[in-house]
């Protein structure tokens, strides 16, 4: 076979380089191999970092990646030289490492967030910048997911760390209290602006979350006279608080360390809060996921955890659902003057509820009291609360009581 002079055994295939010479197809293999860059992982991870990490919202946690992967002898081989069994003996290597800060075995979450990088890195490499003719990471096993977290925060927790970022800052304690409230997560918090907040404290708007979609979070009361004891600093700065990232997990670290608590991330105080949510019984799924701004139901699951004492609870109640009252419902009560003055009241829906005062103003304040603090006792423990009787009230015999 004869084309442009020159003579080719019909066994080769026929490539055509750049400039439009024909080529047998093993000279162009050859070629490809010379125009190959040679690049160091370490030179790679920098590059990478600076043309796709950085324009990512979580640039900061790649950076921190980057730079561990920097440190290990894999970042010191040539691209084109790393095999898929360097990337398992990588793997391997970070599972038995322990990381400093904790002094626990990294977890294989974070292993696989690392090779996930890696992974798209020797993609773009390939395709973009020429440095290696594979990705050895796709075929390597990755570490399996770690269970999801079910750390609950206990009241004693609650308390002691409330007590000690009360103590340290205003700034600390209401970014504390702040996650609780609203299932913000840490840099929704601290990201915080003046400007997205209500001028009535009742919500706020994020412009920008992790999943890349905007929502507006609703502010219970305690979350408004939270937000209320930060005005003071609305002249001074942009966002509502001064901590940087870094700053704040330093101040975490430090807390959970002097006041001994064990295994408390920040982040679990969103389970947390998702899975009070939960305990109200008044939120449904979709209400619940519109403040916490997750996509999917099942991604939601995953972070409401409800105390099995709560759900003992409304096990063993004998209260029906259509056939509760109405806590703050008024009830009959029964009016008794003496010779002395004294006047009693009793709940005919509360054997043992009496009560007596010098006057009956003083006796209908009391018996108010008595009243909400009887309901209230009944709730937390579970117990029947009754309707009110169907007594009609005159001005002698019966009068009307309400618990608030």
């Given at each position: 076979?004869?084309?442009?002079?020159?003579?080719?055994?019909?066994?080769?295939?026929?490539?055509?380089?750049?400039?439009?010479?024909?080529?047998?197809?093993?000279?162009?293999?050859?070629?490809?191999?010379?125009?190959?860059?040679?690049?160091?992982?370490?030179?790679?991870?920098?590059?990478?970092?600076?043309?796709?990490?950085?324009?990512?919202?979580?640039?900061?946690?790649?950076?921190?990646?980057?730079?561990?992967?920097?440190?290990?002898?894999?970042?010191?081989?040539?691209?084109?030289?790393?095999?898929?069994?360097?990337?398992?003996?990588?793997?391997?290597?970070?599972?038995?490492?322990?990381?400093?800060?904790?002094?626990?075995?990294i977890s294989g979450n974070t292993v696989r967030l690392e090779m996930a990088l890696l992974s798209n890195l020797f993609s773009i490499a390939r395709i973009e910048w020429g440095t290696c003719r594979s990705n050895p990471v796709e075929l390597v096993r990755k570490p399996k997911p770690s269970p999801g977290r079910e750390r609950r925060l206990s009241k004693k927790e609650?308390?002691?760390?409330?007590?000690?970022?009360?103590?340290?800052?205003?700034?600390?304690?209401?970014?504390?209290?702040?996650?609780?409230?609203?299932?913000?997560?840490?840099?929704?918090?601290?990201?915080?602006?003046?400007?997205?907040?209500?001028?009535?404290?009742?919500?706020?708007?994020?412009?920008?979350?992790?999943?890349?979609?905007?929502?507006?979070?609703?502010?219970?009361?305690?979350?408004?006279?939270?937000?209320?004891?930060?005005?003071?600093?609305?002249?001074?700065?942009?966002?509502?608080?001064?901590?940087?990232?870094?700053?704040?997990?330093?101040?975490?670290?430090?807390?959970?360390?002097?006041?001994?608590?064990?295994?408390?991330?920040?982040?679990?105080?969103?389970?947390?809060?998702?899975?009070?949510?939960?305990?109200?019984?008044?939120?449904?799924?979709?209400?619940?996921?519109?403040?916490?701004?997750?996509?999917?139901?099942?991604?939601?699951?995953?972070?409401?955890?409800?105390?099995?004492?709560?759900?003992?609870?409304?096990?063993?109640?004998?209260?029906?659902?259509?056939?509760?009252?109405?806590?703050?419902?008024?009830?009959?009560?029964?009016?008794?003057?003496?010779?002395?003055?004294?006047?009693?009241?009793?709940?005919?829906?509360?054997?043992?509820?009496?009560?007596?005062?010098?006057?009956?103003?003083?006796?209908?304040?009391?018996?108010?009291?008595?009243?909400?603090?009887?309901?209230?006792?009944?709730?937390?423990?579970?117990?029947?609360?009754?309707?009110?009787?169907?007594?009609?009230?005159?001005?002698?015999?019966?009068?009307?009581?309400?618990?608030?």
């Amino acid at each position: 076979m004869f084309r442009c002079g020159y003579q080719l055994m019909s066994t080769h295939r026929i490539d055509r380089n750049i400039s439009g010479t024909i080529i047998p197809s093993f000279w162009g293999k050859h070629m490809l191999r010379k125009r190959l860059k040679n690049m160091q992982l370490s030179t790679a991870l920098d590059k990478y970092y600076e043309t796709v990490s950085r324009y990512k919202r979580g640039a900061s946690q790649e950076f921190y990646r980057v730079n561990v992967i920097k440190r290990q002898p894999l970042a010191q081989m040539m691209m084109d030289k790393i095999s898929s069994v360097d990337i398992a003996d990588y793997r391997d290597k970070r599972l038995t490492d322990v990381n400093p800060k904790t002094g626990k075995r990294i977890s294989g979450n974070t292993v696989r967030l690392e090779m996930a990088l890696l992974s798209n890195l020797f993609s773009i490499a390939r395709i973009e910048w020429g440095t290696c003719r594979s990705n050895p990471v796709e075929l390597v096993r990755k570490p399996k997911p770690s269970p999801g977290r079910e750390r609950r925060l206990s009241k004693k927790e609650e308390r002691q760390l409330s007590d000690h970022f009360r103590n340290k800052s205003t700034e600390l304690y209401c970014i504390f209290q702040l996650a609780l409230e609203t299932a913000m997560r840490q840099g929704e918090i601290l990201s915080l602006k003046w400007a997205n907040i209500s001028s009535d404290y009742s919500q706020a708007f994020l412009p920008e979350t992790k999943n890349g979609h905007a929502r507006t979070v609703p502010f219970t009361k305690r979350a408004r006279d939270i937000l209320k004891t930060m005005t003071q600093f609305i002249s001074e700065r942009e966002t509502v608080f001064s901590y940087s990232s870094n700053g704040f997990k330093s101040a975490w670290r430090k807390a959970v360390l002097i006041l001994e608590i064990d295994d408390l991330h920040f982040h679990d105080l969103r389970h947390e809060a998702i899975s009070r949510f939960y305990e109200l019984g008044t939120l449904t799924d979709l209400e619940i996921s519109a403040i916490s701004g997750h996509r999917t139901l099942t991604m939601l699951k995953r972070y409401a955890h409800i105390k099995t004492t709560y759900l003992v609870k409304k096990l063993n109640t004998r209260k029906k659902k259509g056939n509760t009252p109405d806590l703050f419902m008024p009830y009959p009560a029964k009016v008794s003057c003496f010779e002395n003055g004294t006047v009693e009241l009793h709940f005919p829906d509360f054997e043992e509820l009496n009560v007596i005062g010098k006057t009956y103003e003083e006796t209908v304040s009391y018996a108010s009291s008595a009243l909400l603090r009887e309901l209230a006792i009944r709730l937390k423990q579970g117990h029947f609360i009754p309707f009110p009787s169907n007594i009609i009230p005159d001005d002698h015999t019966y009068t009307v009581i309400s618990p608030v």
